[in-house]
């Protein structure tokens, strides 16, 4: 999953994807409803690339966890923010046995949960493989082009 253009900023509800950056902030369009809507550089703003959560081991960033919630869900919704924590923790516990839970709030959960939905309902939880399997596959092609051609230049000379 590729959270590289999407934002949290603090004080405003929902993601945001950068559009522009201008020469005071940027410019950032609402997941929610599609607002353009323009950010100084004063506001806390928060890449989700950029985020990670604490486990026993170390960090975890937050694209391969909600990878792992589109693996459990079958790149669909998962379960709602807004259940209890017991559940949400139950939940989180299934997606990510080893979190850190005296470092990770439910809160922390809840935003997570509710950042995976807002994703999945706008079509940005995509399965990448298929994607890396192609990129696989494109030097071979590229390869086997290259060897066509240097055939057909070999053959030019030799008539």
């Known amino acids: 999953m590729n959270l590289e253009k999407i934002l949290a900023i603090s004080g405003k509800p929902g993601?945001?994807?950068?559009k522009v950056q201008t020469r005071t902030g940027?410019?950032?369009?609402?997941?929610?409803?599609?607002?353009?809507?323009?950010?100084?550089?004063?506001?806390?703003?928060?890449?989700?690339?950029?985020?990670?959560?604490?486990?026993?081991?170390?960090?975890?960033?937050?694209?391969?966890?909600?990878?792992?919630?589109a693996?459990?869900?079958?790149?669909?919704a998962a379960i709602s923010h807004k259940e209890d924590n017991a559940?949400?923790?139950?939940?989180?516990?299934?997606?990510?046995?080893d979190y850190d839970e005296e470092r990770v709030y439910p809160?922390?959960?809840?935003k997570i949960l509710n950042w995976y939905n807002m994703l999945e309902a706008k079509g940005l939880v995509v399965d990448e493989e298929?994607?890396?399997?192609?990129?696989?596959?494109?030097?071979?092609?590229?390869?086997?082009?290259?060897?066509?051609?240097?055939?057909?230049k070999a053959k030019k000379v030799k008539e």
């Open 15 to 18: 993601l945001y994807v950068l």
């Open 26 to 69: 940027f410019v950032a369009e609402s997941l929610l409803d599609g607002k353009k809507i323009t950010v100084n550089l004063k506001s806390n703003v928060s890449l989700l690339s950029e985020i990670s959560v604490y486990t026993y081991e170390g960090e975890k960033p937050l694209a391969e966890i909600m990878d792992k919630i």
């Open 71 to 76: 693996a459990k869900e079958s790149n669909g």
């Open 87 to 97: 559940t949400l923790a139950a939940y989180f516990k299934e997606v990510l046995p």
């Open 107 to 110: 809160s922390d959960i809840k």
């Open 130 to 152: 298929p994607a890396a399997g192609a990129a696989e596959e494109t030097p071979a092609v590229v390869e086997e082009e290259a060897v066509a051609e240097k055939t057909k």
